[in-house]
């Protein structure tokens, strides 16, 4: 397998073959290594984040997100049956839309029904089943994606990027920018199950979160928001003073008995970093930064053991989704943050993981 390998400041950026689609494209796996040793693993393939190794307690190299070791297995139909998602780019509109259908300057289009009566997370082939073109940038790489007028019935051709740069403060950070040349809908985000335990055989029920986000949208059958915006207090979504992840699964709340735990949107307000993720385990410690609204938390709650990756059998709440984003359903409810990008201007976004250990 060639390599090629480039150092930008202090992230040594390797690039490497990780595989090859059935009609023969070449899939591409980029490396990112700082001086800690820190090193995260993208592929083209959905701007998907396979593989983040970071020190824990003892400075041992721990990876912390599911997936898997090789570009065949993010192909198969066992993984793509499990509509698991695991650590890609999603998109044109990331979450959910009621019943596919949404209204923009006063056309209304009907984008494909994938989960139940609804759309959720682009499409039959949204941004996660895409080969992106990649750049090497300073202290990372840049993949970029063309989706053209109608792709998935969205309008517009929509110009996207993701960037993922690693910095000497351990902290990756993901860049997303867009543009348009008609009036259309964007939500972007990333899918990564994070596992911070050293083993993901076990779940992250016993993880500490801790979120500054007073308020949660709450949902009907099929997670379709009702449009109130409700205070997290009294409710499984309140982790403001933080708690254990299995304190909002086990909650037998109206809310996560309708998506089997957690699976909700809530809403941040100004303070950073937004979120802390840390496991007594490893001493691992995530802060999350972002420019989003709000986060979906999603503990994993169809994984039915029928999925295996790195070794591992991954069970029901092996790993903790932190989906930074726009409200799911904008399109349908104006009073949301709005997710329309028009012709003149930018999508902008950015989402930061950084790692420490507990002292």
């Known amino acids: 397998m060639s390599t090629e390998s480039t150092i930008y400041s202090k992230t040594l950026v390797e690039k490497s073959v990780f595989g090859q689609t059935p009609t023969g494209v070449e899939i591409e796996l980029y490396t990112l290594t700082n001086a800690n040793g820190v090193k995260a693993c993208v592929t083209n393939y959905g701007a998907t984040l396979t593989?983040?190794?970071?020190?824990d307690q003892n400075g041992n190299a721990t990876d912390v997100v599911l997936g898997f070791d090789s570009f065949e297995e993010y192909i198969s139909d066992t993984y793509l049956k499990a509509n698991a998602f695991m650590g890609c780019t999603v998109?044109?509109?990331?979450?959910?839309?009621?019943r596919g259908r949404f209204e923009l300057e006063g056309n209304s289009y009907e984008v494909a029904v994938t989960n139940g009566e609804h759309h959720l997370h682009g499409g039959k082939v949204g941004f996660d089943k895409k080969v992106w073109d990649a750049e090497i940038?300073?202290?990372?790489?840049?993949f970029s994606?063309?989706?053209?007028?109608?792709?998935?019935?969205?309008?517009?051709?929509l110009r996207v990027s993701v960037a993922f740069t690693l910095s000497e403060e351990n902290g990756l950070k993901l860049t997303y920018t867009a543009t348009t040349d008609k009036s259309t809908v964007i939500n972007l985000t990333n899918h990564s199950y994070f596992n911070?335990?050293?083993?993901?055989?076990?779940?992250v029920l016993d993880h500490d979160l801790q979120v500054n986000a007073p308020f949660y949208i709450p949902v009907v059958d099929g997670s379709i928001p009702t449009g109130e915006i409700l205070s997290v207090k009294g409710t499984p979504f309140d982790f403001l003073r933080g708690k254990k992840v299995r304190e909002g699964v086990f909650s037998a709340h109206p809310q996560t008995l309708i998506g089997n735990g957690l699976d909700q949107t809530i809403v941040f307000d100004k303070k950073q970093p937004a979120a802390v993720l840390s496991s007594d385990e490893?001493?691992?410690?995530?802060?999350?930064?972002?420019?989003?609204p709000g986060i979906q938390l999603y503990s994993a709650n169809y994984f039915d053991g029928s999925v295996r990756g790195k070794g591992k059998t991954y069970p029901q709440h092996g790993g903790l989704a932190l989906e930074t984003q726009h409200f799911p359903d904008s399109p349908n409810h104006a009073h949301f943050p709005t997710v329309a990008l028009k012709p003149g201007e930018q999508f902008n976004s950015y989402t930061t993981f950084k790692f420490s250990v507990k002292k």
């Open 282 to 292: 490893t001493g691992i410690v995530m802060e999350l930064t972002t420019s989003e």
């Open 145 to 157: 994606h063309v989706s053209p007028d109608g792709e998935e019935n969205y309008p517009g051709t």
């Open 137 to 142: 940038l300073e202290d990372g790489v840049k």
């Open 91 to 98: 998109g044109r509109v990331c979450n959910r839309i009621d």
């Open 196 to 203: 911070l335990s050293g083993d993901f055989s076990q779940t």
């Open 51 to 55: 593989h983040l190794f970071v020190p």
